[in-house]
């Protein structure tokens, strides 16, 4: 089976988010199930500087304003094809904003560009590569869907997978007759969203599926408090959606062969791991005291409910707990961290920014990694946790709860907790996990037992990889029946 993916972006080439890990991952598991993926992404500065290029597959004399060509490209064991349109994606900044973080005003025709490009693809224009199926990632990808559904390719199999419903795409009406979709596309069950023209909305209704990445974020978007507007299509659509937890790349995610640590252990050598957690102290500025040192790994945003954390964080310093956060995002919670770190020096630590390297470092030395989500679709970085022995400490929400095993009587007597949870939102009942996973550190034993058990858990792609397959298998199925 031959299968198109469109995506704005996928790692280790442009990555703002955990969708980049998911899309760069997923290519190389669902090759093992007999799957052939090709990529189709933007030729952002950052692709175009990590491929050769090669002669165009397809030439655009003028797409959206100016000339563009798609190549075939590999990097990374991965099929791509680069939409090069210097003109919509050869801009320094961010993939959808500048430096200051302002989105690109012409986001609305950068991506609407991609999607028509991708239902040129789905329809054959490439004779070489005519894909089976579709699967096209959030909002960016989204209207390559509306544009196979209003005539390039309504019959090719779809699937579209919802990273996070916060972002969804929404412009106002006087872009849609720039789409070049038919009038009747400007309708309830096809682009049309509160008045304007919605992306993620538009694709949500063209897919032939719907999948979202754990199953209880799968069950909450279908519901006024998760649903961010889109609740009714969603539940209306309940038939065809699957929540699919994502896997980790184990091979980059591996403590026993991670470069960017100071020292690599397995499950038997968690004391190795004082090696990594001595050079987070140093990073971060903290004393070397033997506390329990805890950790973030975030966007700083108001999805990952840092402020709620912000909020008790002088509790939680009192608790005995030492602190080290890596992130970047909103300017107001950077500021409050910082303020947290100034007054509590040598026991909260921060570092603004995005540090690739440095993030192995904190999950191969921390003991447990602070995940206080408002929501999250499905969380990365309780995965890598888990695999490194960096106690996942989360909110009860979405793919968070479907993969930590919270440490209560029953689990700890049962040997099977991975981690503690809490409920979102609340900054009391963060305090209460914290003492809690403070509690469960002093026995050394007992810690360790959940360190192993957590890092036992087969989070490879291959387990998630595999239902991907099924889906596709089945919907390819139904084209045929
Ligand atoms: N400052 C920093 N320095 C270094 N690395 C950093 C970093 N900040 C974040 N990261 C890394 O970025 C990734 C974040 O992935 P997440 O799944 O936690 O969140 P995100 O909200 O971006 O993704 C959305 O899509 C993914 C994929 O489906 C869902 O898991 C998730 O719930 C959804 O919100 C992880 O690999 C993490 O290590």
């Known amino acids: 089976m031959q299968v198109l993916a469109v995506t704005p972006e996928i790692y280790p080439l442009i990555k703002t988010g955990g969708l980049a890990d998911v899309t760069g991952a997923l290519p190389i598991a669902l090759a093992r199930q007999g ?58 900044g961010g993939p959808y904003g500048d430096a200051s973080g302002m989105d690109w005003p012409d986001n609305w025709r950068r991506f609407a560009a991609l999607g028509f490009v991708g239902a040129d693809i789905a329809e054959g224009a490439i004779p070489a590569f005519v894909p089976d199926l579709v699967h ?19 019959d090719t199999p779809s699937v579209i997978t919802v990273h ?41 209704q ?8 754990s199953p209880t974020y799968a069950v909450e978007i279908g519901t006024p408090e998760f649903g961010m507007g889109l609740d009714g299509l969603i539940a209306q659509r309940a038939e065809d959606l699957t929540g699919i937890v994502n896997g980790i790349d184990v091979d980059i995610w591996d403590p026993e062969t991670d470069g960017q640590l100071k020292a690599t252990y397995s499950a038997k050598t968690l004391k190795a791991r004082a090696a990594n957690r001595k050079a987070v102290e140093e990073r971060f500025g903290l004393v070397h005291d033997g506390s329990p040192l805890f950790c973030v790994v975030s966007r700083l945003t108001w999805q990952k409910g840092l402020d709620v954390m912000a909020g008790v964080l002088d509790e939680l310093v009192a608790s005995g707990m030492r602190l080290a956060v890596l992130g970047s995002g909103d300017a107001a919670l950077e500021g409050a961290l910082l303020a947290a770190a100034a007054r509590h020096s040598g026991r909260v630590g921060v570092v603004i920014g995005y540090d690739e390297g440095l993030s192995h470092l904190m999950q191969g030395g921390c003991d447990a990694i602070l995940i206080p989500s408002r929501f999250e679709p499905c969380g990365l970085t309780q995965l890598y946790g ?23 009587e029953a689990a700890l007597a049962a040997g099977v907790a991975t981690g503690f949870q809490f409920e979102p939102e609340s900054g009391h009942a963060l305090v209460h996990a914290v003492k809690r996973a403070i509690a469960a550190h002093e026995a050394p034993k007992a810690w360790a037992t959940i360190q ?30």
Request: proline fraction near 4%; include cysteine.
């Open 136 to 154: 096209v990632h959030d909002w960016q990808a989204a209207l390559t869907l509306a544009y196979m559904r209003y005539g390039k390719a309504a």
């Open 386 to 408: 888990l695999r490194y022995g960096c106690v996942p400490i989360v909110a009860r929400t979405g793919g968070l709860a479907d993969t930590v095993i919270d440490a209560n």
């Open 35 to 92: 799957i052939a993926t090709k990529t189709l992404v933007p030729g952002f500065p950052q692709v175009l500087a990590a491929v050769a290029p090669s002669v165009p597959l397809l030439s655009y004399p003028d797409l959206h304003g100016g000339k563009a060509s798609v190549f075939a490209a590999k990097a990374s064991g991965l099929d791509l094809l680069i939409l090069d349109a210097p003109h919509l994606f050869e801009r320094a």
């Open 164 to 204: 996070n419903l916060a972002f969804q795409g929404r412009f106002g009406a006087g872009i849609f007759a720039e789409l070049g979709l038919p009038v009747a596309a400007m309708s309830l069950d096809g682009v049309e969203y509160y008045g304007g023209v919605g992306y993620l909305k538009a694709g949500l």
């Open 206 to 213: 063209a897919a032939w599926a719907i999948t979202t990445v």
């Open 452 to 481: 192993r058990q957590g890092m036992k858990a087969d989070l490879s792609w291959d387990r998630s990889a595999a239902k991907y397959a099924d889906l596709y298998r089945s919907l390819v199925a139904r084209r045929t029946a």
